[in-house]
């Protein structure tokens, strides 16, 4: 449980950091990097459950925090790709 809490407090700590650094060029990157760094966190910390590491050590807080980065750097392409595109206007 200490395992899953840890990796959720990781990806909001990375995720709202990011957020304010992108935030600062698109609006939807403030709570995309969040979302996406809890995700990626959790995923890590799924992947060491999996593969079966009992604890919390420094190998599955370097995976949370290299995972919950990668998501706050997919939100920072899909961010960048939607303000290159424009915002969608309907029937053009």
Do not use: E
Not at 9 to 38: F, K, Q
Not at 67 to 72: M, P, Q, T, V, Y
Request: proline share 3%; no cysteine.
């Amino acid at each position: 449980m200490m395992n899953w809490i840890a990796a959720i407090v990781i990806g909001l700590v990375i995720g709202v950091v990011a957020g304010l650094v992108l935030g600062r060029t698109n609006a939807s990157a403030r709570w995309m990097a969040p979302v996406l760094s809890v995700v990626g966190a959790l995923v890590a910390a799924g992947i060491a459950a999996a593969v079966g590491h009992a604890g919390y050590g420094w190998k599955k807080a370097t995976l949370q925090v290299v995972l919950a980065l990668a998501g706050a750097g997919v939100a920072a392409l899909l961010a960048r790709r939607q303000a290159s595109t424009g915002p969608s206007t309907p029937g053009s």
